[in-house]
């Protein structure tokens, strides 16, 4: 099993940035991807940006350009640079993990963290 611990979320003005970091612990050896979904009210659960061990990363068109997902060299952390927010950046901000080890692979989320863009 994968544990997930997010920081980060709050609630900021249009224009500013926030930083959100998740960190696994457990069985994380064979982690693939790490990276974020996000969920706007009323809305289905869409990728924001994921990285994976190999170094590529891959992101939502509407955050492409302002939003950086990046990991530390261990690879069990993972952090998600916002700049430029928007209010339509607004939602909960999930965690993601997927991991594949002998033959088996699972995703993991986290409790999610509130990302608020308002003025």
């Known amino acids: 099993q994968v544990q997930l611990v997010e920081f980060g979320g709050g609630l900021v003005q249009p224009g500013e940035s926030l930083r959100l970091s998740c960190t696994a612990s457990g069985s994380t050896f064979g982690i693939t991807v790490m990276g974020w979904y996000r969920q706007a009210p009323g809305k289905q659960r869409e990728l924001a940006a994921t990285?994976?061990?190999?170094?590529?990363?891959t992101y939502a068109d509407s955050v492409q350009g302002r939003f950086t997902v990046s990991r530390d060299n261990a690879g069990n952390t993972a952090y998600l640079q916002m700049n430029s927010l928007k209010p339509e950046d607004t939602a909960v901000y999930y965690c993601?993990?997927?991991?594949?080890?002998?033959?088996?692979?699972?995703?993991?989320w986290g409790q999610g963290t509130q990302v608020t863009v308002s003025s």
């Open positions: 993601y993990v997927r991991r594949t080890w002998l033959g088996r692979t699972n995703e993991y």
């Open positions: 990285a994976t061990t190999g170094g590529k990363t």
